[in-house]
Nanobody, 121 residues
Framework: QVQLVESGGGLVQAGGSLRLSCAAS????????MAWFRQAPGKVREFVST???????TYGDSVKGRFTISRDNVKNTVYLQMNSLKPEDTAAYYC???????????????WGQGTQVTVSS
């Protein structure tokens, strides 16, 4: 069982930056693939980024070149550095974990409660 707690969301102007954090419980964090998804009001949950156990990263097309995912296996934390933010990045951001992982929502067994990111124009 893994419990995930996101933090770092907030209100930022377009062009600004935010760093999201997701703290995971448990002693086997390094065994899990970790991911970030987001969901804007009235829209389906969208894949943002994932990082495997070995550190391989993948990004959604809409965030490539602007967002960076990383993990700290000592602190049991995954991060999402978001730069050059746009109003269309406004959404609730969710952290997810799974022993296998992937690019789809259904690939992840464990989810955090979400943190809101709002980008003003």
């Amino acid at each position: 069982q893994v419990q995930l707690v996101e933090s770092g969301g907030g209100l930022v102007q377009a062009g600004g930056s935010l760093r999201l954090s997701c703290a995971a419980s448990g002693r086997t964090f390094s065994s899990y693939a970790m991911a970030w998804f987001r969901q804007a009001p009235g829209k389906v949950r969208e894949f943002v980024s994932t990082i495997t156990r070995t550190g391989r990263t993948t990004y959604g097309d809409s965030v490539k070149g602007r967002f960076t995912i990383s993990r700290d296996n000592v602190k049991n934390t995954v991060y999402l550095q978001m730069n050059s933010l746009k109003p269309e990045d406004t959404a609730a951001y969710y952290c997810a974990a799974d022993l296998v992982g992937g690019l789809a929502e259904n690939d992840y067994a464990y989810w955090g409660q979400g943190t809101q990111v709002t980008v003003s124009s």
